[in-house]
């Protein structure tokens, strides 16, 4: 099987006239020039329905189609029903909520009912076919919302605006202990635990990749804190590791809390709460929302009574 292809028009502006076909392209697209290598050899852009040269001027009027490459398939992936909620989606990108406990990709230990075997089966019902690329990942027990990219154009277009600081993503977590400022910023970098297969750990030393997580406290508890985060970088458990780092670990992590709160909640009460991004077709912002899952609800009402 093949993905569905996506297309994209652009009827040439008057401020575009007289320009190389490159030129345009790379100005109101952003094609990296990986991909448009890949236009140009697989001839997946036509001018008013002709192929022409990358270097060819087009004028005000004439009509820019570009395909998507065709790609095959994993054939290791099948579909199959798995519980998640889409918010959002459209030709280009999905954003789904996703529930704790669920795996986005197949891996040897989770092989099967993963959130990518779910959007096949969802795609397989609606006749389409797409890789799935996700832009933003998130942790087996971490719930939340996640962008998911059709098409390589979208997930390379959309990477790119992350590198440039063009996103946002915020998450709410309770952590153990009362945080001692209201808000602040956590600047530090975050490189392998090598004492341990999947931890990571703040290192200062050559090891460290920069890591930077802004914090507020939203609601206080005898004995925990209800705090917002948002990322300005993505390191893999950034937020679990800086927050552990801080003196604050997150209540049901088990990989970085302190390992007797597991009756409390079974997953780390970590979710990703809001999400903007710039969109690749219709170059406008969009952001989505979701509500904090019962088990975080069931836990900030045990914590409340004290």
Not at 204 to 229: C, M, N, W
Request: include cysteine.
């Amino acid at each position: 099987m093949v993905d569905k292809q996506a297309t994209f028009v652009y009827q040439v502006a008057e401020t575009d006239d007289g320009k190389m076909l490159r030129q345009v392209l790379e100005s109101h697209f952003g094609f990296s020039k990986r991909m448009m290598r890949r236009l140009k050899l697989h001839q997946l852009v036509t001018v008013n329905g002709d192929v022409i040269y990358f270097t060819q001027r087009v004028h005000s009027g004439d009509r820019i189609v570009i395909r998507m490459m065709e790609e095959e398939l994993p054939e290791y992936l099948i579909p199959q029903k798995v519980p998640f909620h889409l918010v959002y989606e459209d030709e280009d990108i999905v954003v789904v909520d996703k529930p704790p406990g669920l795996v986005v990709h197949p891996t040897r230990s989770h092989p099967e009912y993963t959130l990518a075997n779910g959007l096949f089966y969802h795609w397989q019902k609606l006749g389409q076919m797409h890789k799935m690329r996700p832009v933003t990942r998130l942790d087996k027990d971490t719930s939340g919302l996640m962008v998911i990219a059709k098409h390589a154009y979208g997930h390379a277009y959309l990477a790119e605006q992350m590198k440039k600081k063009r996103y946002q993503r915020m998450y709410v977590a309770i952590v153990h202990g009362q945080m001692a400022q209201d808000s602040g910023t956590i600047d530090a970098p975050i490189g392998l635990d090598l004492n341990h297969a999947i931890a990571r750990k703040v290192d200062f030393g050559e090891g460290g990749d920069s890591a930077i997580t802004h914090y507020q406290v939203v609601e206080r508890y005898p004995t925990a804190t209800k705090v917002r985060l948002q990322l300005e970088t993505g390191r893999t458990h950034q937020i679990r590791v800086h927050l552990a780092w801080l003196g604050y670990p997150i209540f049901g992590d088990s990989l970085y809390g302190i390992g007797t709160d597991m009756q409390d909640i079974p997953r780390q009460a970590l979710h990703a709460t809001y999400l903007r991004i710039y969109h690749p077709r219709y170059k406008e912002w969009k952001e989505w929302e979701s509500t904090l899952p019962l088990d975080m609800c069931k836990l900030i009402e045990t914590l409340q009574r004290g």
